[in-house]
């Protein structure tokens, strides 16, 4: 149990970083991702090989709680109390529309970036989400630095070629 509590504070504003960008800096979504994250690592704990860091690990156990997240609420269907029972006023319902297309945005770049070869996909997420630095991820994943670069540099460009001809964004 101490161990746990040591990994638990020496990763817990990383992997809530990690999770506030992913979630598009929805706060309370992120603590709660966070908290699943942890209980997931600590249920697996003893599962853990060292094959990798641990902060790897668990930004891994992060990445699989915000995606199985997207998959529940997407498979939920929108509630009457969602709705608006009032008109808003213009101002009002132009910010809420771009607030949705921006977070329609994320998703579907989610779902694109997901589809990505393995390893260019892990690279763009530390890259975009983590901030890590290409030396940093090339250690994390095994390869080189000028390996990471030409995969993040590669999956920004697929990023944007899919996003243009699946929902028709110009990025």
């Known amino acids: 149990m101490e161990q746990f509590e040591t990994i638990f504070q020496c990763h817990y504003t990383d992997i809530y970083r990690f999770l506030l960008r992913l979630c598009h800096y929805q706060e309370s979504l992120a603590e709660e991702l966070t908290q699943e994250t942890f209980y997931q690592a600590y249920l697996s704990l003893p599962q853990f090989e060292g ?19 997207l998959r529940k609420q997407k498979a939920m269907p929108l509630s009457l109390e969602e709705l608006p029972t009032e008109p808003s006023e213009d101002a009002a319902h132009s910010a809420l529309e771009e607030n949705f297309a921006q977070r ?7 779902l694109v970036i997901d589809s ?56």
């Open 51 to 69: 094959r990798c860091a641990i902060k790897t690990w668990l930004i891994q156990i992060a990445k699989n709680c915000f995606y199985a997240m």
């Open 116 to 171: 990505l070869p393995e390893q260019m996909k892990e690279v763009m997420l530390y890259r975009m989400y983590s901030e890590l630095t290409y030396v940093e991820i090339g250690a994390l994943l095994s390869i080189s630095t000028s390996s990471a670069k030409v995969l993040f540099h590669r999956g920004k460009l697929l990023l944007r070629i899919r996003l243009r001809e699946v929902y028709g964004y110009e990025i």
């Open 104 to 110: 329609e945005l994320l998703q579907n770049a989610l």
